[in-house]
């Protein structure tokens, strides 16, 4: 009987919210009673966390039992959250298909990822969220670990991507010396060698100018806080609409931590980087709150790829998800996301197919943006976040490997609950120790025809092989020809991380000082 009353109550609720939904809406196409002062005639301002190798299994909020993550798990339970959200299995193409709404591939960003001696970086035609809201009036700015690259020119920074300004270290911290980018644990073996004793030390850029190298790595986490913080007042200030976006360097191998996290947590350095995260955003969203900007932001997270197992212990988890950072397998490639609108958007969890694509247009729909010029693989999933039990937009969902090949094409698509994987290969960051032999390195490319499938909904673990049973034949046919589609609409831009040259590694000096890289050493 209670139980009946609660289904009444939550029903009311809900016809409440969308009433107050089209209010919101009205509201901000219309541009007038939006309580602030705004040019650009109310638009709502965007924030956009992205955490990094961050698991389907880290959160408080997904359960981790030694996670201390109380800021995101409120913003959790007061956001649609996504259980099936889907991103590419490594940073530099999760980045470019998170900017630009499109698979990987079409941009050129793979294979792995830019590293600190990359020519390249993500094509200046491209067009990310930031050039996308820019005709609408929108201030941008990108504050932390970008990774689509560089340039000899400073080229590819995100202030040539649409963004006003830019502040933190463009890759990863692992792509430093050792002796800086472990400053707490010595060896360059954490516990494999990932660090990089031949480049420069890790440059801190604001803007387009290097203004500290090496990076004070303990102190990065509140000066990327600080210039949020002051970006957000400033924007405000001004009655411009904002798109703040904060890639964190945490929780990327090697982790690190300020003095007043660093030993506070039951889950060792890996615990202490992923609570100051949280504290991180939590100290946003309290800017957010203290402005009176709740009813007027639209507030995402997310996590760029799986966590890297080879980190052992020390590393994040996929929680029940099946291998880890690098492979198809959901480990990789689902991680935990939501939005929050506070007022518009109801909260609650949604089991829709979505992508990280999907944040353009959807920002799009939201903003007002224009996006038809753009040949994009995101869909607006406005109708997903207003709805808890809507699956669509998305019918199937290309997942790219980590070395995509046209030889191969994608390694699998998913088909609403349903994932048939045609290649599969395990990757040494998912751990050669691993556990299951599936994900470690020592199991080689290799093609299931027919490709193993399995059900999402029934079988989050992907243990239980379905394709075996003839009842699951027109299911597997369907999925081969959505693929066969796929693969010829896709145009591939050729590879763009491979090149490198140790003179383009971003250096505070003159380009050709010497010693080098021992020269470009900066304090601010
Ligand atoms: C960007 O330019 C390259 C090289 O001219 C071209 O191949 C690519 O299709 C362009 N991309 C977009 C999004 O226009
Ligand atoms: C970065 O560029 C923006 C826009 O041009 C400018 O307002 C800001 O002052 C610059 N920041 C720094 C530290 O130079
Ligand atoms: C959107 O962009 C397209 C192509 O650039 C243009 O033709 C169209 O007029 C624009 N639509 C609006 C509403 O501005």
């Not at 109801?346 to 944040?359: F, H, Q």
């Not at 070395?403 to 048939?420: L, N």
Request: aromatic share 10%.
């Amino acid at each position: 009987m209670i139980r009946f009353g609660l289904l009444v109550a939550v029903a009311a609720l809900s016809g409440l919210a969308a009433l107050w939904w089209s209010t919101a809406a009205s509201r901000t196409a219309g541009g007038t009673a939006s309580g602030r002062k705004s040019k650009a005639g109310g638009k709502p301002n965007v924030v956009l966390f992205l955490a990094d190798d961050m698991g389907y299994g880290d959160l408080g909020y997904s359960g981790h039992p030694t996670s201390r993550t109380p800021f995101i798990d409120n913003l959790a339970q007061n956001s649609r959250f996504f259980t099936h959200f889907y991103v590419p299995p490594v940073c530099s193409p999760s980045r470019a298909s998170l900017m630009t709404g499109r698979y990987q591939v079409r941009s050129g960003i793979y294979p792995i990822v830019f590293t600190a001696d990359s020519v390249y970086g993500l094509p200046t035609n491209e067009t990310t969220i930031a050039a996308m809201l820019k005709p609408q009036g929108y201030k941008s700015m990108a504050v932390g670990k970008w990774h689509l690259g560089v340039g000899a020119e400073n080229q590819y920074l995100p202030t040539n991507h649409g963004f006003d300004e830019y502040f933190g270290i463009p890759y990863s911290n692992d792509d430093c010396p050792c002796k800086i980018c472990l400053p707490n644990e010595g060896p360059c073996t954490d516990p494999v060698p990932s660090c990089f004793p031949e480049n420069v030390a890790c440059p801190l850029f604001s803007n387009t100018t290097i203004v500290e190298q090496p990076v004070d790595l303990p102190t990065l986490t509140q000066r990327y806080v600080d210039h949020a913080i002051n970006f957000i007042q400033r924007t405000v200030a001004d009655g411009d609409p904002f798109f703040l976006y904060m890639p964190f360097n945490h929780v990327h191998h090697p982790h690190f931590a300020s003095a007043s996290h660093e030993g506070m947590n039951a889950r060792g350095l890996f615990g202490d980087a992923l609570a100051e995260l949280d504290w991180a955003v939590g100290q946003v969203l309290k800017a957010l709150k203290d402005q009176s900007l709740d009813d007027n932001t639209i507030v995402w997270f997310a996590s760029d790829n799986g966590p890297s197992l080879m980190q052992h212990e020390r590393g994040g988890s996929a929680g029940l998800l099946r291998c880890g950072k690098g492979t198809t397998w959901d480990g990789g490639v689902r991680t935990p996301a939501m939005v929050r609108w506070t007022g518009v958007i109801t909260p609650g969890r949604s089991n829709a197919l979505v992508s990280s694509m999907d944040i353009l247009p959807t920002i799009a729909a939201y903003t007002g943006g224009n996006v038809s010029a753009l040949t994009l693989d995101g869909m607006d999933i406005t109708s997903v976040i207003q709805d808890n039990e809507v699956l669509g937009p998305r019918d199937f969902l290309a997942v790219y490997p980590e070395f995509p090949d046209k030889a191969q094409g994608p390694f699998a698509v998913i088909h609403g609950k349903y994932k048939a994987h045609f290649w599969t290969e395990g990757k040494f960051i998912a751990d050669h120790e691993n556990y299951d032999p599936m994900c470690r390195p020592s199991h080689p490319l290799t093609k299931h025809d027919p490709p193993l499938l399995f059900n999402l909904h029934l079988d989050p673990g992907e243990r239980y092989d379905l394709s075996g049973e003839e009842k699951y034949s027109d299911e597997i046919e369907m999925i081969r020809t959505w693929l066969a589609e796929h693969i010829a609409s896709v145009d591939w831009m050729e590879p763009l991380t491979g090149a490198t040259d140790p003179r383009v590694q971003p250096c505070c000096g003159d380009v050709n000082c010497e010693p080098f890289p021992e020269c470009c050493v900066c304090q601010a």
